[in-house]
């Protein structure tokens, strides 16, 4: 059977995330009277997985809980939000297709500068023939101690990757799971759909809605907007964010582009990835504030106390243990309520809820690499391209968001919501959703050429292919003054070019207040 155009088939996604996801609470007409899907008839992403179309489905549901949340403080017609696909599918490369003037500030203090960090996380066979996601976190000397590999020794690509091949070749993909719980580092073995469904971790996860999302109690009543003279759909709605690298952050800078105030925390002592200050920073002000010293935790507590929106994005359990979980976040917010996001690999039930995890291991552990493997012809699991699960998550998260904000201004409360990198990869690949079939990820390969890609293709080897591909082959798109970009002529990073926002809404134009800037940029307050 054909597939359907990529605008036909995100439109059919978009209600199928509205049919399993009742907090979007979106009314079966509007997706088809406001909701206007538009771009090319083929995905740009090589594989079977619909990830384009989902990220195009995840903005539209965006926009429409965003029209809600309008409505509801501006009144007036309900807005027409139109999604090029086309765009979304690019989004989903966004930390790539940037232009800067200035370097980034160094946040990552010598990670990755040697073939041995990038062999920490990648794909490997094992002694059973199965294949497993190794991932050595942002530092990865923890990981070769534990697992007893010098970390130090030079070594070009290939060397560093068939050096650590030959240890996992000496341990089943079960021993290396539970070695990996043991040391409590990151890393998964690559499932099979069905197989991933029949865990434990699997079942807690299977019919959790994408946007997960409670009232935790009533506080006081409704509570109203902020005053607003720029009629901005958030408008004076305060966010912190202690999340790093990417899905996180993306939740931020998505409710950025709606005009929230959003203030990215970043503890001094932690490593971060330097590119993503370009795209992830974007509409938010930089903080740097170490939680463990007295005096930045009482400047931490009381820029929550204003907010009205915190995302976790740390390890599980780690702000807990700083004086940050779910119920002190809850206090220092008062009577007006707070919603609290936790953005997670595994969820908040379930046997794997407190390990950590990154997109590489929801991939893997989902069955999304081994699906995508398969239909590339590869031997073996190969990563989904781009950070694709991160990004999808972020928009969901912010989706998530907007609906408690608009739940807390008709009903009060605290809310909290759950934005999970493997329940996405599981409804990626759900029988719903379905694959495009074999003949037409050959199409696209023809068009497009991303060439081979395999289980040591890494995020950076796999997004290197796919944005060239797009340069070589839709450079119109790429082009940083077309109509799919915005630039900012003077910031931090001087002038700066990124794409623009993807969802656009009639009555209310996307934009970002602020560019982008370093990490631990600005002074620890709303006041600006």
């Known amino acids: 059977m054909a597939a359907e155009p990529v605008p036909q088939e995100a439109r059919r996604l978009a209600k199928l995330l509205n049919e399993k996801n009742p907090a979007l609470q979106i009314p079966d007409d509007y997706i088809d009277t406001h909701i206007h899907f538009e771009g090319g008839d ?20 965006f926009g429409a809980v965003a029209n809600q949340v309008a409505q509801d403080r501006y009144g007036g017609e309900p807005s027409h939000v139109t999604i090029n696909t086309d765009h979304a599918g690019y989004f989903l490369g966004l930390p790539a297709l940037v232009k800067a003037e200035k370097p980034p500030v160094d946040w990552q203090r010598g990670a990755w500068e040697k073939e041995m960090d990038r062999a920490a ?12 996601q190794l991932h050595g976190d942002i530092d990865c000397h923890a990981l070769f101690r534990d697992i007893g590999l010098e970390y130090n020794m030079e070594a070009s690509r290939e060397e560093a990757y068939e050096i650590v091949k030959k240890w996992t070749l000496l341990h089943t993909a079960d021993e290396l799971e539970a070695m990996m719980v ?15 469904l029949a865990t434990d971790m699997g079942k807690a996860l299977e019919n959790k809605p994408l946007i997960n999302i409670e009232q935790v109690n009533k506080a006081n009543g409704p509570v109203p907007y902020p005053p607003a003279n720029k009629k901005r759909i958030l408008e004076g709605i305060k966010v912190v964010e202690m999340v790093r690298i990417i899905a996180g952050p993306t939740i931020g800078r998505t409710l950025a582009e709606l005009g929230a105030q959003v203030i990215k925390v970043n503890p001094p002592h932690l490593r971060d990835i330097n590119i993503l200050q370009y795209t992830l920073t974007t509409g938010t002000h930089t903080v740097s504030l170490d939680a463990r010293q007295p005096d930045q935790k009482a400047q931490l507590e009381s820029l929550i106390a204003e907010a009205d929106v915190f995302i976790d994005g740390f390890r599980p359990g780690s702000l807990e243990r700083l004086g940050f979980g779910k119920e002190r976040v809850m206090q220092l917010a008062g009577p007006k309520g707070i919603i609290y996001i936790d953005e997670n690999a595994y969820g908040v039930e379930g046997p794997y809820r407190h390990r950590p995890g990154w997109q590489q291991i929801a991939d893997t552990a989902s069955g999304c690499a081994v699906v995508q493997g398969r239909s590339l012809g590869a031997e073996g699991a190969v990563l989904p391209p781009l950070p694709i699960s991160d990004l999808v998550t972020g928009v969901l998260g912010a989706v998530t968001v907007l609906c408690g904000i608009r739940d ?35 199409q696209v390969e023809r068009v497009f050429g991303f060439g081979p890609m395999a289980p040591k293709d890494d995020v950076p080897d796999l997004l290197g292919k796919v944005i060239q591909a797009w340069y070589n082959n839709r450079p119109k798109d790429m082009d940083f003054d077309g109509k799919l970009f915005v630039s900012f002529e003077d910031g931090p990073f001087g002038q700066s070019k990124q794409l623009a926002p993807v969802a656009r809404i009639d009555n209310y134009p996307s934009g970002w207040d602020h560019p982008p800037r370093p990490y631990g940029y600005d002074k620890p307050t709303f006041d600006y």
Not at 121 to 132: A, E
Not at 182 to 196: A, T
Request: a positive charge; glycine letters at 10%; hydrophobic letters at 35%.
């Open 42 to 61: 083929l995905p740009v992403q090589p594989g079977c997985l619909k990830s384009g179309a989902l990220c195009a489905a995840a903005f539209a549901a």
């Open 121 to 132: 996380t990648k794909i490997y066979p094992t002694k059973d023939g199965r294949w497993f």
């Open 182 to 196: 043991k040391f409590g580092h990151s890393g998964s073995k690559c499932y099979e759909p069905e197989e991933w």
């Open 408 to 442: 807390r201004a008709r009903h009060g409360g605290n809310y909290f919501g759950v934005a999970c990198l493997t329940a996405y990869d599981m409804f990626c690949i759900s029988k719903q959703v379905g694959q495009y079939p074999p003949e037409l990820v050959q």
